[in-house]
């Protein structure tokens, strides 16, 4: 069972940055093989993978993001982040962090694949 919690969330201007947090709790034997991740979902859209790393530290990401946005995470405080640069208001959405058992469609930033969600945290970037 895993536990997720966001934070960092908030209101930025266009051009600014923010950084979410995703603390998650009771691990379990599979975390070296678990897929941690970002999704967001726009008002009124579909939810969206935005960037997903590894164990290892590789990463992927949605093209809409990439060069603005990097995902890193702390293996041994079990924290994962979201650096957001150069934010606009295309990028205002609920942010949700997620994690999965490790897998191609994990990888691929596909919902259906994560087990584990959090509650969400909101990001409003302003023009």
């Known amino acids: 069972q895993v536990r997720l919690v966001e934070s960092g969330g908030g209101s930025v201007q266009a051009g600014g940055s923010l950084r979410l947090s995703c603390a998650a709790s009771?691990?379990?034997?599979?975390?070296?093989?678990?897929?941690m991740a970002w999704f967001r979902q726009p008002p009124g859209k579909e939810r969206e993978g935005v960037a997903v790393?590894?164990?290892?530290?590789?990463?992927n990401y949605a093209q809409s993001v990439k060069g603005r946005f990097s995902i890193s995470r702390d293996n041994a405080k079990f924290i994962v982040y979201l650096q957001m640069n150069s934010l606009n208001p295309e990028d205002t959405a609920m942010y949700y962090c997620?994690?999965?058992?490790?897998?191609?469609?994990?990888?691929?930033?596909?919902?259906?694949?994560?087990?584990?969600w959090g509650q969400g945290t909101q990001v409003t970037v302003s023009s």
């Open positions: 790393i590894d164990r290892g530290g590789n990463t």
């Open positions: 997620a994690a999965a058992p490790w897998s191609p469609n994990s990888w691929r930033l596909e919902r259906s694949a994560y087990t584990y």
């Open positions: 009771t691990f379990d034997r599979s975390t070296g093989h678990i897929h």
